[in-house]
């Protein structure tokens, strides 16, 4: 979403500079905007020759918050975490770093091979390593010039 700023110098049917300002800095503010910013974990997508690979951020978690689905072709990862009062003497004057639930999903491709797929969670980082099929498998060969 992109907000476009009044400015139409001395016309008479500008709105007011203040009026502005007032927009302007409501939705710059960091409490709003924390509300409208999606909370889902960051994911990175890459390919390599013979598999793909999905990186999710999701730190503070545990393996077994993770529901990891596949249903035809969509992979859906998703988080039910459930919410413990221990706040052991804490008073947080802003904490962002909390998923209490979260949905993702992924359309795989036709290449990929729904029978390899595995995951693993380390240091924060769920990481999907989803197999290509043999027949998508690049092949990589030198052609002889004749």
Same mark, same amino acid.
């Given at each position: 979403m992109s907000l476009i700023k009044f400015n139409n110098g001395n016309n008479s049917k500008s709105l007011s500079p203040g009026f502005n300002d007032i927009f302007e800095t409501?939705?710059?503010d960091s409490f709003l905007s924390d509300r409208?910013?999606?909370r889902v974990p960051a994911v990175n *997508?890459?390919?390599t020759q013979d598999h793909y690979l999905i990186e999710m951020a999701?730190?503070?978690l545990n393996k077994e918050d993770f529901n990891i689905k596949l249903d035809k072709n969509l992979l859906t990862?998703?988080?039910?975490q459930k919410k413990e009062?221990?706040?052991?003497d804490r008073q947080?004057?802003?904490r962002e770093f909390c998923y209490s639930s979260f949905v993702r999903s992924f359309a795989l491709p036709d290449s990929a091979d729904d029978?390899? *797929?595995e995951a693993s969670y380390t240091n924060g980082m769920l990481n999907i390593h989803v197999a290509k099929k043999d027949e998508a498998k690049q092949i990589v060969r030198q052609i002889e010039i004749k």
């Open positions: 409501m939705f710059n409208m910013i999606s *997508i890459c390919e999701a730190p503070g990862v998703s988080v039910e009062s221990n706040t052991q947080y004057n802003k029978a390899q *797929i």
